[in-house]
């Protein structure tokens, strides 16, 4: 009887450890996502932007073709703030993230990048990136 508890409990524990290992990586998921679009419009190559957002109508890709023209820089693309609106979502979720970053020699760009997570932690969940803003002012929030 004792081992079946102990079998029990430790099978509870593996599934619980399995469900907030999927609910942690949906955030890493999203940093990883926002940041190679951050990169790709650093390096000025708005076809990748592109790629990696959901927009599909004239005034967002003309959006990212200006932030990739305006904001391209030399360097390492470094962030230095990170606030997600979807951080730790249970369920499904859109909301901007605000990012702050910067490159070696160039003052801190702030921008809203607009998230949606789908799905829910059992399921699992898809981080889908839909608009990046223009900068926006240094204590701004996004809308």
């Not at 890493?28 to 996502?33: L, M, N, S, Y």
């Not at 030399?74 to 997600?84: F, R, V, W």
Request: contains cysteine; positive net charge.
């Amino acid at each position: 009887m004792k081992r079946l508890i102990v079998v029990a409990g430790v099978v509870v524990f593996l599934v619980l450890s399995v469900i907030v290992a999927r609910w942690l990586n949906a955030d890493t998921v999203e940093r990883g996502a926002v940041t190679e679009l951050l990169r790709a419009q650093a390096r000025g190559d708005p076809n990748t932007m592109l790629g990696r957002l959901e927009c599909s109508d004239a005034s967002c890709e003309a959006l990212v073709r200006a932030n990739a023209k305006r904001l391209k820089a030399p360097g390492e693309l470094k962030i230095a703030l990170y606030q997600s609106g979807t951080s730790h979502a249970l369920k499904a979720r859109t909301k901007p993230t605000r990012v702050v970053w910067f490159t070696p020699g160039k003052l801190t760009t702030v921008q809203c990048v607009l998230v949606r997570r789908t799905g829910n932690v059992l399921a699992g969940t898809t981080v889908s990136l839909l608009r990046l803003s223009a900068p926006i002012g240094r204590e701004s929030s996004c809308p």
